[in-house]
């Protein structure tokens, strides 16, 4: 049973993605479409950067976690103000949060 | 750079500069080595869960979308029935399906590669693409990204399925605040605009929210239906609403 699970997850997920590259431009070319395209990344990345940052807990009991990552977060807002290129500002973030975690 | 006039067809886009593209190839790997190691965690997730080692390595090869990989397994320990887990991996696959609003024109590919490619389709091959302003460097973006971590959290699923999480925890070299960095640094550029504001800060609030209240992956669903909902509401830069 578990294996049936884990192909037919593994075949409707790869269908999900096959279908978002495949939308056809005639939708793309609607003005409702175009904003939400040019909302989407905006979006997508507040969100993954909340998720990466505050989630916590197990998968049957996520919860909101504040530690070293919001440090690290906070470092990389200070090299983007910096005008630091972005692997520098990945490093400081994750140099901040491991410096943290060793005291 | 000489801007040509572009023809109805255009079979490959224009090339790209050589340090761009080592650019692009370098933040790429950053993130690919970052996300990939948290393939250990899966790996050690997902035999616990019970899950044997090889259910656990198929589950990175051929769903390879990390939040619905957890969902998957989260909820066979819970108890559920594996049926269950998979209806709740397909649901946060949606988001994938969604990037596709921005990334189909944007890769722009065709047939067998649109169909190749697409198995890498995943939050972070998306965030390291959807930002680019041509074809050749979202492709850049995009394959580095999509396979340095397929390969990379194929790998650590193993290693982790096989040592469990005794081999190390990424978190202690700080990876988990690695990726968060790597994704504002993403955005920062994009926060440009009143509208691009507010669709940040409720995206992030409505994950915010959401995070102790649903599985893994639903945070970024949400927002994607956050982004959807602010564009319903108006295309003026002072109908962006920041409230309801």
């Known amino acids: 049973m578990i294996w049936v699970a884990v192909i037919s997850c593994g075949i409707g997920c790869y269908l999900l993605k096959l279908a978002g590259l495949s939308i056809p431009s005639r939708v793309l070319e609607r003005p409702l479409v175009q904003r939400v395209a040019d909302l989407l990344p905006v979006a997508l990345l507040a969100a993954l950067i909340t998720v990466q940052v505050f989630s916590g807990g197990d998968g049957a009991h996520p919860r909101i976690v504040i530690d070293a990552r919001l440090a690290g977060l906070a470092a990389a807002v200070v090299a983007l103000l910096l005008r630091a290129p972005f692997l520098v500002v990945v490093i400081v973030a994750a140099a901040t949060a491991a410096l943290i975690r060793t005291v | ?244």
């Open chain 2, 1 to 244: 750079m000489t801007p040509e006039k572009t023809p109805e067809k255009t079979p490959e886009p224009p090339p790209i500069d050589p340090d761009r593209r080592r650019e692009i190839v370098r933040d790429s790997l950053a993130v690919a080595v970052a996300t990939g190691a948290y393939g250990i965690s899966f790996g050690a997730i997902g035999v616990s869960s019970g899950l044997n080692v090889a259910q656990t390595c198929a589950l990175s090869l051929l769903v390879f979308t990390g939040a619905s990989q957890f969902a998957l397994v989260g909820v066979i320990a819970a108890g559920g029935t594996p049926l269950v887990g998979a209806a709740s991996g397909l649901l946060l696959g949606v988001r994938n399906a969604l990037y596709g609003l921005r990334l189909a024109p944007l890769l722009d590919w065709r047939g067998a590669r649109r169909a190749g490619a697409a198995h890498l389709l995943i939050d972070e091959s998306a965030a390291m693409s959807v930002t680019r302003e041509t074809t050749a460097e979202a492709r850049v973006g995009f394959l580095t990204t999509g396979v340095g971590i397929f390969v990379l959290w194929n790998l650590a699923t193993l290693i982790g399925a096989i040592a469990g999480e005794s081999i190390g925890d990424p978190r202690a070299y700080g990876l988990d605040a690695a990726v968060g960095g790597a994704f504002l640094a993403l955005l920062w550029p994009r926060l440009d605009s009143p509208t691009h504001r507010a669709t940040a800060v409720i995206a992030a609030a409505v994950a915010l929210a959401l995070i102790p209240l649903t599985p893994a992956g639903t945070p970024v669903l949400a927002a994607a239906v956050v982004a959807l909902g602010l564009a319903l509401r108006g295309s003026g830069p002072g109908g962006s609403g920041a409230g309801r």
